[in-house]
């Protein structure tokens, strides 16, 4: 099934990228006898106890593989650590030791002192047969499903030095493709982010993590919040090339305990990261169709059903160069020129004000005398844009509205006809 989706989205020019849990494994087939050492789950590097016999879930057959793939199977020789011990049904942080045991990788994020133990059977990436297991993998899954991309899930917990030769290698696999590599590292210091770029031996993009916590810290101050400190102190502000930007994801909906944004924010939040030319921007799910949860954590499509609208935007208007117009605190504005190919650009406004607010930006003189309108349609106005190419946009109270010519090339296309209801689909 996997197999067939991804042909089908090769042949409707869709790039798929793989979600790689590359840091540990659960749900073992079996239990092993291993030496281990329990450790302080507040400082991995502290030891609590003596070196003692634990039966951890290490044994990994694949039986159902039957050898198609690879002939691999794991044992306790394979795996640094786990949070289980099954003869005492104690749950701790244990790191195994014992003969040629090189603890925990030294490569990690130095939270809790050390953070290469994440969650259930930590993988050893010490252990030659794990490194040429995986890389054999990553060859494998690339060719077999022709991704586009990967992305490395808690890349902050795999040691970097073998995250760099796998994806060295599996780069030099397939010359023919430039993948396009993600590192997800939950958290929001952008300094360890762009000094984890810098050591990375390949182009990879990191979640915005600052940008993402901006949204949700401006959400709570509603109108006292300053918009104009919205891209302040983050990855996309510094390196706008590696920075991945959203604005909700799995980690961040109702029933996950990080940081939530407020709803009245998700639009200017999207806008942000769709149409303007810094970063790579992801669309969540959830904000699209809506969380099919229970009871609270049961939520409709976000943006009142006009996100689509603005990724649409985005693919149709958000070229050339940018210019923003962030001068009052409460409203801020930015134009995209256009390009030779793409000429219309658009105008985009963003007000957190408790009344409707304008904006005065100049969209370039060859606008002159053209009407330009909303998008969205949450702004009825026909904007003239006068002999200097100015015009005065308006945006309604904490919202934000996109502006195009009303005649542009596919204007038609707005509002999108677009089925939001996946949740009955069979």
């Known amino acids: 099934m996997l197999v067939k989706l991804c042909k089908t989205a090769t042949k409707h020019d869709i790039g798929i990228y793989?979600?790689?849990?590359?840091?540990?494994?659960?749900?073992?087939?079996?239990?092993?006898?291993?030496?281990?050492?329990?450790?302080?789950?507040?400082?991995?590097?502290?030891?609590?106890?003596?070196?003692?016999?634990?039966?951890?879930?290490?044994?990994?057959?694949?039986?159902?593989?039957?050898?198609?793939?690879?002939?691999?199977?794991?044992?306790?020789?394979?795996?640094?650590?786990?949070?289980?011990?099954?003869?005492?049904?104690?749950?701790?942080?244990?790191?195994?030791?014992?003969?040629?045991?090189?603890?925990?990788?030294?490569?990690?994020?130095?939270y809790y002192g050390n953070y290469d133990y994440l969650m259930c059977s930590n993988v050893d990436y010490s252990n030659r047969e794990v490194q040429e297991d995986v890389i054999s993998w990553g060859k494998w899954i690339v060719k077999e499903l022709n991704l586009s991309g990967i992305r490395l899930d808690a890349a902050r917990h795999v040691s970097h030095?073998?995250?760099?030769?796998?994806?060295?290698?599996?780069?030099?696999?397939?010359?023919?493709?430039?993948?396009?590599?993600?590192?997800?590292?939950?958290?929001?210091?952008?300094?360890?982010?762009?000094?984890?770029?810098?050591?990375?031996?390949?182009?990879?993009?990191?979640?915005?993590?600052?940008?993402?916590?901006?949204?949700?810290?401006?959400?709570?101050?509603?109108?006292?919040?300053?918009?104009?400190?919205?891209?302040?102190?983050?990855?996309?502000?510094?390196?706008?090339d590696n920075a991945v930007t959203f604005v909700h994801s799995h980690d961040s909906q109702?029933?996950?305990?990080?940081?939530?944004?407020?709803?009245?924010?998700?639009?200017?939040?999207?806008?942000?990261?769709?149409?303007?030319?810094?970063?790579?921007?992801?669309?969540?799910?959830?904000?699209?169709?809506?969380?099919?949860?229970?009871?609270?954590?049961?939520?409709?499509?976000?943006?009142?059903?006009?996100?689509?609208?603005?990724?649409?935007?985005?693919?149709l208007c958000a070229y050339g160069a940018q210019e923003d117009y962030w001068a009052e605190k409460n409203v801020i504005g930015f134009v995209r020129r256009g390009t030779w190919d793409r000429p219309f650009g658009l105008a985009c406004v963003m007000c957190n004000d408790v009344t409707r607010r304008d904006v005065r930006?100049?969209?370039?003189?060859?606008?002159?005398?053209?009407?330009?309108?909303d998008l969205l349609g949450w702004c009825d106005d026909e904007i003239v844009i006068d002999n200097d190419g100015f015009g005065t946009f308006p945006c309604q109270s904490k919202n934000v509205s996109i502006w195009v010519r009303d005649s542009a090339t596919d204007r038609d296309e707005f509002p999108v006809d677009y089925d939001y209801d996946v949740f009955s689909f069979r």
């Open 361 to 373: 930006m100049n969209v370039g003189g060859m606008h002159r005398g053209e009407i330009w309108t």
């Open 18 to 110: 793989f979600d790689a849990v590359l840091s540990h494994k659960m749900a073992g087939d079996a239990v092993e006898q291993c030496t281990a050492v329990e450790v302080n789950g507040e400082n991995r590097l502290e030891e609590v106890s003596e070196a003692k016999t634990i039966e951890a879930w290490f044994r990994f057959d694949f039986e159902g593989r039957m050898g198609k793939y690879s002939d691999m199977k794991y044992t306790s020789q394979h795996f640094s650590g786990t949070d289980w011990d099954q003869t005492t049904e104690k749950k701790a942080i244990y790191r195994i030791t014992g003969k040629d045991r090189q603890g925990w990788a030294k490569d990690v994020d130095d």
């Open 254 to 315: 109702d029933i996950s305990p990080y940081t939530k944004v407020e709803e009245w924010i998700l639009s200017l939040a999207y806008c942000l990261i769709l149409l303007r030319k810094d970063g790579h921007p992801t669309v969540f799910l959830g904000d699209l169709h809506g969380v099919n949860g229970v009871g609270e954590n049961k939520r409709p499509s976000s943006c009142d059903k006009r996100l689509v609208d603005m990724m649409m935007a985005r693919k």
């Open 161 to 240: 030095g073998f995250l760099n030769k796998f994806v060295t290698a599996v780069n030099q696999s397939c010359p023919d493709k430039d993948l396009f590599w993600i590192g997800e590292c939950r958290h929001a210091d952008v300094g360890k982010h762009i000094k984890w770029i810098e050591n990375s031996a390949f182009n990879v993009r990191i979640h915005d993590e600052a940008l993402f916590n901006n949204f949700a810290t401006l959400s709570l101050q509603h109108e006292e919040a300053d918009l104009r400190t919205i891209l302040d102190n983050t990855l996309v502000e510094s390196r706008p």
